[in-house]
């Protein structure tokens, strides 16, 4: 055999562990079906505005580990993620917090925040079922019908009602003016762009771009001993026991002759008609200004549209409902018979994963198989 280790995707999960395996002495090949590396956090310089090709991407964490891992491969800027909500042309600050409450409710102090909050959260009297209960009782019916409901259910393309409650409590609820769309220790962007922090990690590894690993596998699995596979797992079995659901995304992307569309990166389009989910303007990702610290005279800007994943989309976002749940438990079953193949990644392993949490689970799974 060629390769100690065939990797499948080029994307943060399969860098990772490319990485670690020829830091071991292993050798490996990475093979991706799209032509650029770096999977969903690829970049690319636009009139000197790295844009986030595949959705906007701040990097965040509270894993320590795994902030100094990352910073070996780039250099961080100071960027805080502070998205506004646009709802029928009202603005508020997200995530939910002392600027957002009193846009709301005309409230001064915390303690008028508070027993405004907690008026409306008692509309819920039960644990929260589902995430339309989760809302109501972490910030009330006026914010969920406003700031909550009309985005959620375009990015889903499902009733508030029948999504899973752990979707919204990814959003912080905050008795503070701090508009710091995160809790986290470490936050911010990679000064040049992803795509460049994952060619630092792929550096002096072979990777084969075009290649789509499902098409060739015959060929492909004979080059190597093991294979890490960080495409969708239904995809890997032929979708044999059937399809899980994905939500993929559409992205209009426009390079405009002006200095600034929006004044942010990110604005929430909250109510249902505006067909787009959010718009970003990738600039304000560096604060406006290009490599060398001038400011930039133009800007590109990207909306942003949901849809239900068909076959030939891009898989985004895993459906992490309790029926797809079940369906992915039964794949999981499959992939542990297979003997020389580890699942990984966000698809690989059906899971709504961040960043940071993708780094930690390739750093395990590379202790684990290469230590
Ligand atoms: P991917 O990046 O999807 O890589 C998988 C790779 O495998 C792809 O390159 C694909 O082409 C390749 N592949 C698939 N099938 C095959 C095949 N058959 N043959 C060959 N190659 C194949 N996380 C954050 O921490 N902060 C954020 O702000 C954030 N924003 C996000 C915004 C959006 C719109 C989305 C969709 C995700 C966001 N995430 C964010 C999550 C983040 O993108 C993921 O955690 C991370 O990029 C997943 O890495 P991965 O390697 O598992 O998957
Ligand atoms: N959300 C919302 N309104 C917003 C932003 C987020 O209702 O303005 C909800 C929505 O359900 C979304 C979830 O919170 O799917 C998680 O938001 P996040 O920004 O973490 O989503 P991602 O960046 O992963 O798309």
Redesign the pocket.
């Known amino acids: 055999m060629k390769y100690d280790y065939l990797v499948v995707g080029s994307g943060l999960y399969g860098a990772v562990f490319a990485h670690e395996a020829k830091a071991h002495g292993k050798s490996v090949l990475v093979v991706d079906k799209r032509p650029n590396i770096a999977g969903n956090i690829y970049t690319q310089n636009v009139e000197g505005i790295n844009v986030h090709v595949y959705g906007a991407h701040i990097f965040h964490t509270n894993d320590r580990k795994v902030w100094d891992y990352i910073t070996r491969f780039a250099q961080f800027n100071r960027f805080t993620n502070s998205p506004v909500?646009n709802y029928k042309g009202e603005l508020y600050s997200?995530p939910f917090n002392m600027y957002t409450f009193n846009k709301m409710w005309g409230v001064i102090t915390p303690e008028e925040a508070e027993a405004k909050l907690n008026e409306q959260r008692c509309e819920i009297t039960h644990p929260p079922r589902n995430?339309e209960e989760q809302a109501i009782s972490l910030v009330g019916r006026d914010i969920f019908e406003k700031?909550?409901k009309g985005?959620?259910e375009k990015?889903?393309g499902r009733d508030c009602k029948e999504l899973p409650a752990f979707?919204?409590r990814?959003?912080p609820v905050r008795l503070t003016f701090d508009n710091n769309y995160f809790n986290a220790l470490y936050q911010g962007i990679p000064i040049g762009g992803y795509t460049k922090m994952i060619k630092k990690l792929l550096d002096g590894i072979e990777v084969r771009l075009n290649t789509d690993y499902l098409k060739n596998k015959p060929e492909l699995d004979a080059l190597a001993r093991k294979v890490i596979y960080t495409g969708p797992i239904d995809a890997y079995f032929g979708y044999r026991l059937g399809y899980l659901e994905y939500r993929s995304l559409r992205f209009e992307n426009e390079l405009l002759d002006k200095p600034s569309f929006q004044g942010n990166a990110a604005v929430?389009y909250?109510d249902r008609e505006t067909p787009w989910t959010r718009i970003i303007e990738h600039k304000w990702f560096e604060f406006g200004k290009d490599a060398d610290g001038n400011d930039l005279p133009r800007t590109v800007i990207s909306r942003e549209y949901s849809s239900e994943w068909k076959p030939g989309d891009e898989p985004y976002y895993p459906v992490n409902d309790e029926k797809n749940g079940r369906l992915y438990e039964r794949y999981r079953q499959l992939s542990e018979r297979e003997e020389n193949v580890i699942f990984g990644g966000r698809l690989g392993q059906y899971k709504y994963y961040d960043m940071d949490q993708v780094i930690a689970e390739a750093l395990r799974c590379s202790e684990q198989e290469l230590d």
Do not use: H, K, P, V
């Open positions: 909500a997200l995430l700031l909550i985005y959620t990015q889903w979707i919204i990814r959003l929430n909250t």
